[in-house]
């Protein structure tokens, strides 16, 4: 049974990236250059509130579910989403992120709604509610942008921000569906307490911290982009952060089989180095011959630019996959706090590489990004020799 429920976790997880890779195709067709930057920016910014807002609060409620706290959970649920409309509101006074005001907090509660439901389903062992919500929202996508492309062509931005809103909006339908569904089962299995204050909250804002150093880390590139060289590099970037959640997707899954092999007393780093190497060689030999190519039968006349930079971008994935992999011996010691340190010296660089290339267009986004990641895989590499796990 547990080897059937992780078989459909691992399907969805190949067909949400799939169907995320042809959303991005879409949204490339569907607006110009700078547009599509703009739209990325709006999305990384809805994306950024929301995780400050609400992050860790879904989490928060399946840890109080598991001891069975569910009473007065919807004045928790209230009283976030209220949160995300006040910080939306503080990020549309203090930074230039759209004109698209109403829209924005809107996306924002709707993605807020969505996002606390995802955490919360991971409550049912199955995974069923979690694949249901997780699946839709690239089909959604898929079906709303290609839909409307074929119909219409390309678009301005207002009209793409309003596809968007009609998607987060049909989302958080799916969502308050789920979140109906759970509590009918929940209740009906258990007897419920209210949730204690102090438990929840606690748990809540170690989460929060967690997803929120976690969500700048992952979206610092997008603003430092926007703030330094503009909405049309942010647009052409988008490319390289297609292909990069591709291959990001291949290296965590031989991560994560590296990491149940440590937990097993079995080494397989050597096996996954080797896919790594050759994931590495492929790339080298093949993307200088078929980035034009792809680049413009998927995303269209417009990108082309980005085709003899993309193999640096690939080759970046590569570095920082492998020095999230060599990372997995730290998580086992439990030694997080050396890990959180590297990914701060690494920020540090990535900021300062930013600066000194921001002359540079693409080609600095990329010397910055292999630069950071550099900078992470050497201290990586001296953390796993440092700290060895011990194989019987």
């Known amino acids: 049974m547990k080897n059937k429920s992780f078989a459909k976790v691992l399907i969805t997880t190949f067909l949400t990236t799939g169907l995320t890779m042809v959303s991005s195709f879409l949204l490339a067709r569907l ?5 599509r930057g703009a739209l990325q920016l709006f999305i990384t910014s809805v994306t950024y509130v929301v995780t400050i807002a609400t992050g860790g609060v879904g989490f928060s409620l399946a840890l109080c579910m598991r001891q069975q706290q569910y009473l007065h959970w919807r004045y928790y649920f209230s009283t976030f989403l209220l949160l995300a409309i006040f910080i939306s509101s503080l990020a549309l006074y203090f930074f230039n992120i ?4 109403y829209l924005f907090i809107l996306n924002v509660i709707l993605t807020a709604l969505f996002t606390i439901t995802l955490e919360k389903s991971k ?16 089909i959604l996508a898929v079906g709303i942008y290609g839909g409307y492309y074929f119909l219409f062509g390309e678009q301005h931005l207002e009209k793409v921000v309003q596809l968007l809103t009609l998607l987060t909006t049909i989302q958080a339908g799916f969502a308050l569906y789920v979140i109906k569904k759970i509590e009918s089962q929940f209740t009906n299995k258990a ?3 209210p949730i204690q204050p102090r438990y929840f909250l606690k748990n809540c804002l170690k ?12 979206n610092l590139d997008r603003f430092l982009i926007v703030s330094l060289m503009g909405n049309y590099t942010l ?3 988008t490319v390289c952060i297609a292909f990069d959640a591709l291959l990001t997707r291949i290296i965590n899954m031989l991560a994560d089989y590296y990491y149940s092999g440590l937990l097993n007393g079995l080494n397989r780093i050597r096996a996954v180095l080797g896919i790594i190497l050759l994931m590495g060689i492929s790339a080298v030999i093949i993307v200088p011959f078929l980035a034009e190519p792809v680049i413009h039968l998927f995303f269209g006349n417009a990108y082309i630019g980005v085709a003899p930079i993309l193999l640096w971008f690939i080759i970046n994935s590569l570095l920082a996959g492998l020095s999230w992999l060599l990372s997995q011996n730290m998580l086992i010691l439990g030694k997080q706090v050396l890990l959180f340190t590297r990914q701060i010296i690494s920020i540090l660089v990535l900021v300062g590489l930013f600066f000194a290339f921001q002359n540079k267009g693409l080609y600095g986004v990329a010397y910055a990004l292999i630069g950071a990641s550099l900078v992470r895989l050497m201290i990586s590499i001296i953390y796993y020799y440092k700290f060895p ?3 019987n």
């Open 389 to 391: 796990i011990k194989i």
């Open 235 to 237: 647009g052409l970037y």
């Open 98 to 101: 759209t004109s698209f005001s």
């Open 191 to 193: 007897e419920i307490t």
């Open 123 to 138: 409550i049912d062992a199955n995974l069923s509610f979690y694949r249901l919500l997780s699946l839709q929202q690239p």
């Open 207 to 218: 989460q929060n911290l967690l997803q929120t150093f976690g969500a700048t880390t992952v």
């Open 31 to 35: 607006l110009a250059v700078e547009e």
